[in-house]
């Protein structure tokens, strides 16, 4: 019998297709998909993620103005699992993401008395406008995690196992940047009822006065607590993936893998930054409503005196108020997202590989 030798492709699948008819086959990424694959799995993983935890906020938001009413004109903090919204109080110009303080005796009550009185759409208010900064941002995020960690592994050599973490951080800065701008547009078209002429006009007005990177206000505290995240993010969930990988006995993760192991890693990540989350969430608030009013930024107002007032007024305990709302928050969250996204490239790997290997079952046959 001849024995024939068939090369192997780095992105582990065999190049069964590139022996016949001296054709290759479509360009993969080094993990087996295609760059346009790996946003179609974080796309339908943001989504996903949305749907699931934006209820739980909706129902904490409205406990919190039960107890301490949101004055007319002020800010809070929405997040609908993936990102930290600005939303500013009701104005009378336009429909409020919350509706006024109702009288819900806990968390199951809320659930319950909203779908009642409201139906069950209530439960999802405000996730159309948050999506849309909300996926592209978390398609940019995972899909160049992935392209620079592959290219990491390749060039640090025998520091691979610390690519994770750099390129983590790296995709956090691109996509906060991104992003960035987008969130001043929609706090703006949130606090006034403005066309879009208006608001283009509005924009104009601020580059000319304050330069180009006034449409980078507030990005500073977000990078604190994000790039940080991220990396011990990244870095955790892949080493905690190839720890329960050889645990299971297994060589490809399993959902319940991926999802404990994403989950875990949340975590970690979410209580070593939670003194710069909480730094960030009271810029956020102050940035919001200096946008709202249109008011210039004060440098008395700077990450580092919210952080020496907060010691101040609270001590240092203060640094790390919110930490259960946060863990319970950021933990389901990284788990749905991350195994969603893990079982996306799975299924497109599969498909890939079908693709290579059915062009030459038909020729045998």
């Known amino acids: 019998m001849l024995t024939v030798s068939v090369p192997q492709r780095t992105d582990g699948f065999v190049a069964l297709a590139d022996i016949m008819n001296g054709q ?206 991220s990396a011990m993010y990244w870095y955790n969930y892949e080493k905690g993936k190839s720890w329960l990988c050889e645990w299971y006995n297994t060589r490809e993760p399993t959902f319940t893998i991926t999802f404990i192991s994403g989950a875990v890693s949340g975590s970690i990540a979410s209580i070593v930054t939670l003194p710069f989350d909480v730094v960030k969430t009271r810029r956020q608030v102050e940035l919001g409503e200096l946008q709202a009013r249109n008011l210039s930024c004060q440098v008395s107002s700077s990450t580092f005196s919210v952080m020496r007032r907060i010691v101040a007024q609270d001590g240092f305990v203060g640094l790390f108020a919110g930490f259960l709302p946060r863990l319970i928050k950021v933990a389901p969250a990284c788990a749905i997202m991350i195994s969603t996204y893990e079982f996306g490239k799975a299924f497109f790997r599969k498909h890939n590989q079908e693709r290579i290997l059915r062009p030459l079952q038909t020729s045998n046959t």
């Open 24 to 229: 290759s086959p479509a360009p993969v990424a080094s993990n087996g998909i295609t760059p346009l694959q790996q946003m179609v799995a974080s796309c339908s993983g943001a989504i996903l993620t949305s749907l699931f935890v934006t209820p739980l906020d909706v129902v904490k938001i409205r406990l919190q103005a039960q107890k301490n009413p949101f004055p007319k004109g002020k800010c809070f903090v929405y997040c609908n699992g993936l990102m930290d919204h600005i939303c500013v109080c009701e104005n009378g110009n336009s429909k409020a993401w919350y509706k006024a303080p109702g009288h819900f005796n806990g968390t199951l009550d809320a659930f319950v008395k909203i779908v009642r009185r409201e139906g069950i759409k209530a439960l999802w208010s405000g996730l159309p406008p948050t999506l849309v900064m909300a996926v592209p941002a978390t398609v940019i995020y995972f899909t160049c995690y992935d392209q620079l960690c592959a290219a990491l592994r390749v060039r640090m050599g025998a520091h691979a196992e610390e690519a994770p973490l750099l390129a983590g951080a790296i995709a956090r800065v691109g996509s906060a940047t991104v992003i960035s701008p987008l969130e001043l547009i929609r706090t703006k078209l949130q606090s006034q009822k403005q066309s879009y002429r208006e608001l283009t006009d509005c924009i104009r007005s601020a580059v000319e006065t304050e330069g180009w990177l006034s449409l980078w206000r507030g990005l500073g505290p977000t990078l604190l607590r994000d790039v940080p995240f």
